[in-house]
């Protein structure tokens, strides 16, 4: 014989409140997740700003190709180099600092490569950069897998990922009519400006789980 079950009010707020905090951890996420699809768009737009610039800087600076072909590996010795280390960082100070400290370290140094006057500086500024820039992606993977439950982290991943082709595809042609308008110092000046105005935003929205802004998860 089936029986009626009737609710009392507390399970009704419960199931009430259990399904608005639902809403709320979905919208937390996503946009959790959007600030990492920012950052990393950022980051390709910071490595990748000196290959657009190179025509115009070679000749002003007078660097052979031999000499700005190691000014491009330099980053990749120093990225490589710093990613045992910055994990190391990450898993003791958390996400938040972490990434609001490499984001505005590595804008610092993309800006400080537009007032360069010779190659010393630059090989220095390179640097600064990969080692910057390496704990971006140990970051991400590590929000990703607090922030979001096991069968959404491949999606997840996706689309922070998807970042680095949008900032490369869409704004790439406004680098170069930035270029051709004002010069190629103008584009260290503006990639590094926007990420260090986004290493702000990071730091003033991004929150663990519990106790997030966006709501709770």
């Known amino acids: 014989m089936s029986q009626h079950i009737q609710l009392r009010p507390a399970d009704a707020t419960l199931q009430s409140g259990t399904a608005v905090g639902a809403v709320r951890r979905s919208k937390a996420r996503y946009q959790i997740l959007s600030l990492l699809a920012v950052g990393t768009m950022i980051n390709y737009l910071d490595r990748t700003v000196l290959g657009i610039a190179t025509p115009q800087l070679t000749k002003e600076l007078g660097i052979n190709a031999a000499m700005m072909g190691l000014l491009f590996s330099v980053f990749s010795w120093s990225y490589v180099a710093s990613q045992i280390p910055g994990g190391l960082f990450l898993d003791r100070f958390g996400s938040k600092l972490k990434y609001f400290l490499s984001m505005t370290f590595w804008s610092l140094f993309t ?8 190659i010393g500086a630059l090989f220095a500024f390179r640097l600064g950069l990969g080692v910057s820039e390496a704990p971006c992606f140990p970051t991400n993977s590590r929000v990703v897998a607090t922030w979001f439950p096991q069968s959404e982290r491949a999606m997840a991943t996706g689309t922070y990922t998807v970042g680095e082709y949008i900032g490369l595809a869409f704004f790439s042609p406004f680098l170069f009519m930035l270029m051709g308008a004002f010069g190629w110092r103008s584009l260290f000046y503006v990639v590094g400006g926007v990420g260090i105005v986004f290493g702000l935003i ?3 929205f991004y929150r663990e789980p519990r106790g997030s802004s966006f709501g709770e998860s």
């Open 111 to 118: 800006l400080a490569q537009g007032f360069v006057h010779g």
């Open 202 to 204: 990071w730091w003033a």
